[in-house]
């Protein structure tokens, strides 16, 4: 899990927002779509600057076994992150996932980002 989180940020870092892209699973683009999320990324980018670091400060993992191979029965992580931007500092969270019975990787369902930033300028 820390691992994809990993590859996630140092992607954002180099400003490979497509590569980016393709560590988040079909249930994350459910709700926003692929090219949304690339030009969020961009915007984000913009507004607090250049990622320059990030800390992993809590973490919380949880399976689900539903009956039958339930859809959404598997690993979820919760992975808790403060990052410093050129201009802002800000709090991620990304959720992350890997159905149940599955040797693949982890992959992120969910991103959550605040920074005061967001409100200034």
Same mark, same amino acid.
């Given at each position: 899990?820390?691992?994809?989180?990993?590859?996630?940020?140092?992607?954002?870092?180099?400003?490979?927002?497509?590569?980016?892209?393709?560590? /988040?699973?079909?249930?994350? %683009?459910? $709700? #926003?779509?692929?090219?949304?999320?690339?030009?969020?990324?961009?915007? &984000?980018? +913009?507004?607090?600057?250049?990622?320059?670091?990030?800390?992993?400060?809590?973490?919380?993992?949880?399976?689900?076994?539903?009956?039958?191979?339930?859809?959404?029965?598997?690993? /979820?992580?919760?992975?808790? %992150?403060? $990052? #410093?931007?050129?201009?802002?500092?800000?709090?991620?969270?990304?959720? &992350?996932? +890997?159905?149940?019975?599955?040797?693949?990787?982890?992959?992120?369902?969910?991103?959550?980002?605040?920074?005061?930033?967001?409100?200034?300028?």
């Amino acid at each position: 899990m820390e691992e994809l989180c990993g590859r996630v940020f140092a992607l954002i870092r180099g400003k490979n927002y497509e590569a980016v892209a393709d560590l /988040y699973d079909a249930r994350f %683009y459910e $709700t #926003t779509t692929r090219s949304e999320w690339v030009a969020l990324l961009d915007r &984000v980018a +913009r507004k607090l600057g250049d990622l320059q670091k990030y800390e992993l400060v809590a973490w919380n993992m949880r399976q689900f076994a539903g009956a039958g191979g339930t859809p959404g029965s598997g690993t /979820y992580g919760e992975m808790q %992150y403060k $990052t #410093t931007y050129a201009k802002y500092a800000a709090s991620e969270v990304l959720t &992350v996932f +890997r159905p149940a019975g599955s040797s693949g990787p982890y992959r992120v369902i969910g991103h959550k980002l605040d920074s005061e930033g967001f409100l200034k300028e």
